[in-house]
């Protein structure tokens, strides 16, 4: 086994690592380095583990700042081995590691469906690690083919009555600087959301007009406590958020963040929700789209796993 520098953002590029990392031979010795936050705190436990200051997308210094803090790990201590599923920590850790002489790979996310992302593109140009990708459409002699995270997964039927007040639990995932009120709104415009309801706002925390129970960020246990009890599960179109879901058999419907409404970077999480709608493993909605009839169909389906977990990238 390789004793490997395990490197991503929190959300859903740790999700996807921290689910590959069993099927990628490294050791218990491996080390990982992450922003921290509940969801790293709790998919991290008894691992080691460096946390690293929050760096938003695009934010070029605090890139660099990471870069230096790998430096001076790999001054100290041997790695065989450096892994990431980006976003901007994949940036600053995989030119250092090569230039340590340690092995680099790249693991370009699921939500990316049309090509690489930013990072990928980055570190592409600089041919500083191997690369995968988990679509076969855009594979090619750069970039290697590995399975999907969400290739082990299907949708059911539920055998249960009809309800026309399904619990929800909301679930805006934790990307800081973003709001998306559009989200809410759609909510609590389909007159479901009441005092059961529960909701997960990370940078849209704040708001007074919400029914239930209201929580910025919340640890894993937690949040798969919660989406466990809900009928139905709304989820912003993030990665991290649906593998979450998907574990505990939740069939979620994933409202897209817009770039044009300032809801993120850009509208890759387009991609991800009609990917997960094609692979009928989620309901893709616009927030104008969301409706009632919706929510309520939503609650007739669940998940489950139909293969074993994906082999080595």
Not at 34 to 55: C, D, H, M, W
Not at 58 to 77: F, N, P, Q, Y
Request: glycine share 8%; hydrophobic share 45%.
């Amino acid at each position: 086994m390789k004793k490997a520098l395990l490197v991503a953002s929190t959300g859903g590029h740790l999700a996807q690592l921290t689910r590959m990392a069993p099927q990628l031979d490294v050791s218990e010795d491996s080390l990982w380095i992450t922003f921290k936050n509940p969801q790293s705190e709790s998919l991290l436990a008894g691992q080691r583990a460096v946390f690293v200051p929050y760096i938003r997308p695009r934010d070029w210094w605090g890139t660099i700042k990471l870069a230096r803090t790998v430096h001076s790990i790999l001054r100290r201590e041997r790695f065989d081995l450096a892994i990431s599923t980006g976003a901007a920590p994949a940036v600053g850790a995989l030119p250092v590691a090569r230039l340590h002489g340690v092995e680099a790979r790249y693991i370009e996310s699921v939500s990316r469906v049309n090509g690489p992302s930013l990072s990928g593109r980055i570190l592409a140009r600089l041919r500083v690690a191997d690369l995968f990708t988990q679509h076969e459409g855009w594979a090619d002699d750069r970039w290697a083919l590995r399975d999907s995270v969400f290739s082990s997964y299907e949708r059911y039927s539920l055998e249960r009555a009809e309800t026309t007040s399904p619990r929800l639990f909301v679930t805006l995932g934790t990307i800081d600087g973003f709001r998306f009120d559009s989200m809410v709104d759609a909510v609590l415009a389909t007159g479901l959301a009441n005092e059961e309801t529960v909701w997960q706002l990370g940078a849209t925390y704040g708001r007074e007009d919400l029914p239930g129970t209201v929580y910025r960020e919340m640890p894993a246990a937690d949040f798969r406590s919660h989406a466990q009890a809900a009928d139905v599960v709304i989820s912003h179109a993030g990665v991290g958020s649906l593998l979450g879901l998907l574990d505990i058999g939740k069939f979620p419907i994933l409202a897209i963040r817009r770039k044009a409404r300032q809801e993120h970077v850009d509208d890759h999480q387009a991609q991800i929700a009609t990917l997960a709608d094609r692979e009928e493993i989620a309901v893709a909605a616009e927030t104008s789209a969301l409706t009632r009839e919706m929510v309520l169909g939503a609650a007739g389906y669940a998940t489950r796993p139909i293969v074993s977990a994906p082999p080595t990238a």
